[in-house]
């Protein structure tokens, strides 16, 4: 399939590239025509507002909401949503969905298996792993985000930052290309958050590719390696966070930089 | 007496038969049923709203004869055991739909959005994620039901069903002795209920101990 995509220019294949994702709600534009690419290793935080798109546009991107229209492009694969065309097929999702991992603003996970069954689960029916071998993956990722001892603890027994270890670690034991935050700490308490930005901190340190949606402005600044300023729906602004965050360009950056730094 | 108390016992048998058939086909039929309310097709939701509606609102005595006495005139000849089962077996069905109906509803949605980021199958996530987490919720309203079921059971007696209170009744008139037998049938239902009271309940608190689902 042929899919009309703006700018045609083939350049080197971007790690994963969003482009021209739009999101009506009836007449409303709730995302309207961003793009994104990412490279390898590469985190992109994504900030801006309420209400602005920032998190409807991310979940676009593993189709956990359908995009009136876009194409999202990992690796080799790519998926074209237009507004008159069929929906993905489930086989498409699925290859979309193997390839990006997703954390959750309220964790998501399983109340009913424990922290190990959590990580497990996905790797043995998504990835055909065997259960020793997931289990022995999954026990390595707890180990990771220093949650070892909580292996066999159900999600009920888990602090709200340890949920959100466990889940980030859930998320990385399908080895995906890129991982989505969706507004990671902003259930949790600030100290409590500190824990979690930390984990964050060091993978992208290891070389994780990420998309960040977040609030969380210094972690944006000193962690990413690019920053995405969203209004309305729209990209306002784009480059490097110490950039954006000293200098502004777009009226609505500084009214909202202004609104959230030094809070 | 002891004869007598023999004699209404073996109306134990028919009684369980009626309660645990409905409850099964039930509980297998509402599946779909329940299923089919979370569909895209608003055409089949409402038509399953109607129909759990429908035989929700009429007493399930009414529900007896018209099938006993519905299929006669069709022609099919069903016997009154059977009929009940029928019956009980339909009306369970449509409590069983609006039960697993309620316990989805208070599934959290980020559960089967996490299920579907990490890329498992519909069915992986009913089977893994879903039905777990529903069971749990449902697991003591069902349990609750199906002591009302056995209850209700007792309603075969009217079309001549050989149950308990059949039995109890025929031996009510030969004795006259009406308030020692129905006292006597009266504990023997609490004694068939309370094992599945108390089961449940353990069963529950167990569960409950360990995890909440929000």
């Known amino acids: 399939m042929n899919h009309p995509v703006n700018n045609t220019e083939e350049s080197a294949p971007m790690f994963l590239r969003a482009s021209g994702i739009t999101k009506k709600y009836k007449e409303h534009r709730a995302v309207d025509n961003v793009t994104l690419e990412i490279d390898q290793g590469e985190v992109v935080s994504i900030i801006g507002p309420s209400g602005a798109g920032k998190s409807t546009f991310l979940r676009c991107i593993n189709f956990l909401e359908m995009p009136t229209e876009g194409t999202v492009s990992i690796g080799k694969e790519s998926v074209a949503v237009r507004t008159d065309s069929r929906l993905p097929s489930r086989a498409e999702l699925a290859a979309i969905r193997r390839s990006v991992g997703m954390v959750f603003q309220s964790f998501n996970l399983f109340p009913h298996l424990t922290a190990l069954r959590n990580i497990s689960l996905a790797q043995e029916r998504v990835l055909g792993r065997s259960g020793e071998e997931a289990d022995e993956k999954s026990y390595q990722l707890l180990k990771r985000v220093g949650l070892d001892k909580k292996a066999t603890a159900y999600p009920g027994q888990c602090s709200g930052g340890q949920q959100q270890r466990i889940a980030i670690a859930r998320a990385l034991a399908l080895d995906p290309l890129v991982m989505l935050f969706d507004e990671p700490t902003s259930a949790l308490d600030p100290e409590v958050g500190a824990e979690v930005l930390a984990v964050m901190r060091e993978l992208a340190d290891e070389g994780m590719t990420a998309i960040v949606v977040t609030h969380e402005m210094s972690f944006a600044r000193d962690v990413s390696d690019r920053m995405v300023v969203m209004v309305d729906g729209s990209v306002v602004e784009e480059g490097d966070p110490h950039a954006i965050m000293s200098a502004p360009s777009h009226e609505r950056t500084r009214q909202f930089l202004s609104a959230v730094v030094g809070r | ?214």
């Open chain 2, 1 to 214: 007496m002891l004869g007598v108390v023999g004699y209404i016992a073996l109306g134990i048998g028919a009684t369980l038969l009626i309660t645990a058939s409905a409850f099964t086909i039930g509980g297998i039929l509402a599946i779909p049923l329940a299923l089919a309310q979370r569909s895209r097709f608003a055409i089949l939701r409402l038509l399953v709203r109607g129909v759990v509606n429908l035989v929700r609102a009429v007493p399930p005595l009414v529900w007896l004869f018209l099938v006993f006495f519905g299929f006669a005139e069709l022609g099919l000849r069903m016997s009154p055991l059977m009929a009940a089962i029928a019956t009980f077996s339909f009306i369970a069905m449509s409590y069983f739909a609006e039960i697993y109906r309620a316990g989805l509803a208070a599934l959290s949605r980020g559960q089967e959005e996490a299920s579907a980021a990490l890329g498992l199958s519909t069915v992986d996530s009913y089977r893994f994620i879903v039905v777990p987490q529903v069971f749990r919720v449902v697991g003591p309203m069902m349990a609750s039901y199906g002591i009302g079921l056995l209850k209700d059971s007792a309603l075969a007696s009217t079309i001549g069903v050989v149950e308990l209170t059949f039995r109890a009744a025929s031996q009510a008139q030969q004795t006259g002795q009406g308030l020692t037998i129905f006292a006597i049938v009266g504990i023997i239902y609490l004694l068939l209920s309370l094992p599945l009271a108390i089961v449940s309940r353990q069963v529950d608190s167990r569960l409950r101990a360990r995890f909440s689902v929000a």
